[in-house]
């Protein structure tokens, strides 16, 4: 069973940035993609984009583009999103997932982490 | 990139009954690429039906999805106790993927 493990909660400042990690395990494929979705409090659910564990390609939402950088660590079993410019808009829970259906224009998503707290506050 | 528009937004039913879900997109979602997923509090969500009508593994099958171009619908027959929660669909059949606002089932 693939598990998605994330970092712990973020307190930032207005203007900080954040890094949250996210480690898979036991994914069927070999080569997959590690999506970022977030949901702000009371709010529905933004995808920010994915990195490949493969080959470390990546996809941002246009909503993030210049303010968020997805990375994987040498072994590939680690990836981080690093968002900056902290706005108070910002505050969430940020879900790493991935999937084994995939659309053209996305995947549907099998398998969540239990997501990170970030809070934007002065 | 594609509006997803879920009603109602809340549902208030009682165990047993069965509810339905709609949600309709601002264009035709490619291919029937369309999920559902089911939310509780504190918890991240839950795939139930990807590809407009298919199971997730391990999904009751009091759970059905169906609908094709920009109408989609969830339906679970005889709702248990476990089955409220909040629902959303998504579409990824057009990149950016996106989502709906959610449909929350609540118990009447």
């Known amino acids: 069973q693939v598990q998605l493990v994330q970092s712990g909660a973020e307190v930032k400042k207005p203007g900080a940035s954040v890094k949250v990690s996210c480690t898979a395990s036991?994914?069927?494929?070999?080569?997959?993609?590690i999506h970022w979705v977030r949901q702000a409090p009371g709010q529905s659910l933004e995808w920010m984009g994915w990195?490949?564990?493969?080959?470390?390609?990546?996809?941002?939402s246009q909503t993030f583009q210049g303010r968020v950088t997805f990375t994987r660590d040498t072994s590939a079993t680690t990836v981080y999103m690093a968002l900056s410019s902290l706005r108070s808009e910002d505050t969430a829970v940020y879900f790493c997932?991935?999937?084994?259906?995939f659309g053209s224009g996305g995947d549907a998503f099998d398998f969540w982490g239990r997501g990170t707290k970030v809070t934007v506050s002065s | 990139e594609i509006v997803l528009t879920q009603s109602p937004g809340t549902l208030s039913l009682s165990p047993g009954e069965r509810a339905i879900l709609s949600c309709r997109a601002t264009?035709?979602?490619?291919?029937?690429?369309l999920a559902w997923y089911q939310q509780k509090p504190g918890q991240a969500p839950r795939l139930l039906i990807y590809g407009a009508s298919n199971r997730a593994t391990g999904i009751p099958d009091r759970f059905s999805g169906s609908g094709s171009g920009t109408d989609f619908t969830l339906t679970i027959t005889r709702l248990e106790p476990e089955d409220f929660a909040m629902y959303f669909c998504?579409?990824?059949?057009?990149?950016?993927?996106?989502f709906g606002r959610g449909t929350k089932v609540e118990i009447k």
């Open positions: 036991e994914h069927p494929f070999s080569s997959y993609d």
């Open positions: 990195i490949s564990i493969g080959n470390g390609n990546t996809v941002y």
């Open positions: 998504q579409q990824y059949g057009v990149s950016p993927q996106t």
């Open positions: 264009q035709s979602v490619t291919s029937r690429y």
């Open positions: 997932a991935s999937g084994t259906h």
